[in-house]
């Protein structure tokens, strides 16, 4: 069984940051990308950005140079670093990650966390 737990969400004021985390823990013989989703409330969930095993990055235009990825290979864990917050950053965050298991890879997510930028 593989498990995603994030923390780090909660209520902050308009230019607030925020530290997301995730951690991967279970039965994990690697992983591949990270990345954070988000979903707000009435809109499809949107990727907000990704990082490869090796550190290669990609973000959606509207955060780059507001928000940062980063990972920690050996503890299985990937990071969001948001800066700047604004309302319409508010949404519920989720974390997404390729896992190997034995000799299947596979998706899997967090259970979310919420955002909310509002003063």
């Known amino acids: 069984q593989v498990q995603l737990v994030e923390s780090g969400g909660g209520l902050v004021q308009p230019g607030g940051s925020l530290r997301l985390s995730c951690a991967a823990s279970?039965?994990?013989?690697?992983?591949?990308?990270m990345g954070w989703y988000r979903q707000a409330p009435g809109r499809e969930r949107e990727l907000v950005a990704q990082?490869?095993?090796?550190?290669?990055?990609n973000y959606r235009d509207s955060v780059k140079g507001r928000f940062t990825i980063s990972r920690d290979n050996a503890k299985n864990t990937v990071w969001l670093q948001m800066m700047n917050l604004k309302p319409e950053h508010t949404a519920v965050y989720y974390c997404?990650?390729?896992?190997?298991?034995?000799?299947?890879?596979?998706?899997?997510w967090g259970q979310g966390t919420q955002v909310t930028v509002s003063s």
């Open positions: 997404n990650a390729r896992i190997l298991r034995g000799s299947t890879w596979a998706w899997y």
């Open positions: 279970g039965s994990i013989s690697g992983v591949g990308a």
């Open positions: 990082i490869t095993s090796d550190g290669n990055t």
